[in-house]
């Protein structure tokens, strides 16, 4: 009887660790992608903020006010920032227009608003 109970606690202490590990190398492998979307979030809102006091923002301004921001997970070692910033900024101008967020003032010029919306568009 001692036996079983023996080998049921190591069975259950293998599966513990199995899980635990499964969940790690998880986390670890979508790591990169959770924290480039920490950073444009950031970014997103830093440009909104600076949107709430000035009418337009251009992507020269834009490049400016995300330079250096830096996201990094609780408990963890990796963190990252924006270093380049010109290839950031666009990539993020093209999701905070996608989402809604921001508009361009005109065609083909690199300045942009604060997107109006509507009480329809919720």
């Keep these: 009887m001692r036996i079983l109970i023996f080998i049921c606690g190591i069975l259950l202490f293998a599966i513990a660790t199995a899980i635990l590990m499964l969940w790690g190398m998880r986390r670890a492998y ?68 996608k989402d809604g967020l921001i508009e361009p003032v005109e065609q083909g010029k690199p300045v942009y608003k604060k997107k109006i919306k509507n009480r329809r568009d919720k």
């Design 30 to 97: 979508f790591q990169k992608e959770r924290l480039a979307g920490m950073l444009f979030s950031k970014a997103s809102e830093k440009v909104m903020h600076y949107l709430k006091s000035h009418d337009t923002v251009s992507e020269k301004e834009i490049r400016s006010l995300v330079e250096g921001i830096r996201a990094g997970e609780f408990m963890s070692r990796n963190s990252a920032v924006v270093t380049a910033d010109r290839a950031f900024t666009e990539k993020l101008v093209e999701l905070m227009t």
